[in-house]
């Protein structure tokens, strides 16, 4: 008999949580649009009581999503954060509250500082608070992977019977082997009074690389629902990362006699609007989603996949997204192919806008002897940031050399439409750019914290693609990511990208953020 394992995507609250991977509003419902087409069955939408910004994108999520999905949002076991949940949660037609509280002994006594006992009164008292929201509520029991077995059983029949419909058990800290949290659940699922009427999920981190195998360890020992994120990112070294776990799932739907409801083909997809938004590229040979899944360079590799593809692959790249496209643009590409093509990619823009990605397709189409799907994705990723921009660059001209100084000359659009411009000279091109820049947006102690180039597609030709990262005087990290087919352009986007997210950052002094 098959079961049906629930994926809960917590990119939305989990992954935001990684430093520099703050998302706007309408990225973040970019990414809820994704997680619709992937067929995801709970996003968790956010953590309302962390902020004003993250109470209202729960909000417009809720609104956006309808009946689509259960929405669900983050709760510490607070009354306050309970209160928020609820509210924001408000309008969902499927609402789910998360919450819970750390349960080892290092949580318990050095981060609660709560006893044992008073640590389950206030979980017992969470779950019942939150039930009278929704009838749908879930419980994490924070590192449950270092926590007392008994204490924890303990916990989970009580809040299972105050009304919790899930229990999470968390290997918060990834610090067990695969079998060890196998060995875990399936002792919950024997010593837990009323666990067989519940669903259990897992949710592992990546600290010691098995976030993957752990998850995958839980489900083959019993567990329901694996909590997961794109490009498995996440605090510290990440979660276990949705494409692996499905598509492992997939592989060995057998011998695990399990499926999921997961649109297989849109996980590359969801992988590059992922990368393209946190400004974090996935690296080449990530599974399933990285560019080298499946490259082949060495000649007995290249023999055998010629022959037959299933010698080197055990997974069809077209099933995952992976394809190349069938329709080759250039600069000779009418509207209609690349309307065609910007269709067949998921982009429906109005046609106001289309004009202007089409006069900026025409303007790349020029430098270079082919699009690619990579250079579309590009162009409207930078179609998005410059319709929310603050500042705009409209024109910028270097001079450099040996021996001559570098020096740069900008105009920029201010936030009012006004155009403003100075010239600045630095150590370098990029260098006096960027001190151009800071002489008309003026913010203190931003500091450059990453720099990095990238090539979009193959060829000199290819689009150059720069992500920054900025910290404010509070600490706060905020990623910038621009692309052009000259490099300095790249560079100029990509640092007003991350000064216009750190201008319009409403919210710098509140950090409630999980660490689950």
């Not at 790249?490 to 990208?497: D, G, V």
């Amino acid at each position: 008999m098959t079961r049906n394992i629930l994926i809960l995507d917590t990119t939305l609250r989990d992954g935001e949580q990684s430093p520099g991977f703050s998302m706007a509003s309408s990225e973040k419902l970019s990414i809820t649009r994704e997680l619709l087409r992937l067929k995801v069955d709970i996003i968790e939408a956010g953590f309302p009581a962390s902020s004003p910004g993250d109470f209202a994108s729960v909000q417009k999520i809720v609104e956006y999503v309808g009946s689509k999905a259960v929405v669900c949002a983050l709760a510490r076991a607070l009354p306050g954060d309970i209160e928020a949940a609820g509210t924001a949660l408000a309008q969902a037609e499927r609402a789910r509250i998360h919450t819970g509280l750390g349960v080892s002994p290092c949580h318990l006594k050095d981060k609660l500082q709560m006893s044992p006992e008073d640590a389950l009164n206030s979980a017992i008292k969470a779950v019942k608070l939150a039930r009278t929201y929704t009838d749908d509520v879930q419980f994490y029991a924070e590192d449950a992977g270092r926590a007392e077995r008994s204490y924890l059983a303990r916990v989970l029949t009580e809040v299972l019977k105050a009304g919790a419909t899930t229990v999470n058990v968390p290997d918060t800290t990834g610090y067990l082997l695969p079998q060890q949290y196998a060995e875990l659940i399936s002792w919950l699922m024997a010593h837990v009074e009323g666990i067989d009427k519940a669903t259990v999920a897992v949710h592992c981190h990546n600290d010691l690389g098995m976030a993957t195998a752990s998850s995958i360890a839980g489900v083959a020992a019993g567990a329901s629902q694996v909590e997961c994120t794109i490009n498995g990112i996440g605090e510290r070294a990440g979660n276990a990362a949705l494409e692996e776990v499905v598509m492992a799932l997939d592989l060995h739907h057998k011998e695990l006699g399990v499926s999921t409801n997961i649109r297989k083909d849109e996980l590359t997809r969801a992988s590059r609007l992922i990368a393209a938004i946190t400004g974090m590229s996935v690296p080449a040979n990530k599974a399933v989603v990285g560019s080298n899944a499946f490259a082949h360079s060495s000649g007995i590799h290249q023999d055998g996949v010629l022959k037959c593809r299933s010698t080197y692959e055990i997974i069809d790249p077209v099933s995952v997204g992976a394809r190349a496209s069938q329709i080759v643009l250039t600069v000779r590409s009418g509207r209609a192919a690349l309307k065609h093509r910007l269709g067949e990619l998921g982009y429906t823009p109005d046609p106001a806008s289309f004009n202007q990605i089409y006069d900026r397709f025409l303007d790349i189409a020029d430098k270079k002897n082919q699009i690619y799907d990579e250079d579309l994705e590009v162009l409207m990723a930078e179609h998005g940031r410059a319709l929310e921009a603050l500042w705009k660059l409209k024109i910028l001209q270097v001079s450099c050399g040996s021996p001559l100084k570098a020096t740069a000359t900008i105009v920029l659009e201010g936030p009012n439409g006004e155009e403003c411009d100075t010239c600045a000279s630095g150590t370098g091109p990029i260098d006096a750019t960027f001190k151009a820049i800071d002489a008309l947006v003026a913010v203190p102690q931003a500091e450059l914290l990453r720099f990095a180039i990238q090539a979009v597609t193959r060829g000199s030709d290819a689009l150059g693609e720069v992500s920054v990262q900025l910290s404010n005087e509070q600490g706060q990290i905020f990623s910038g990511r621009g692309a052009d087919g000259d490099i300095i352009v790249s560079s100029a986007k990509a640092y007003l990208n991350a000064l216009n997210r750190l201008l319009g950052s409403t919210d710098s002094s509140l950090d409630t953020r999980s660490n689950k």
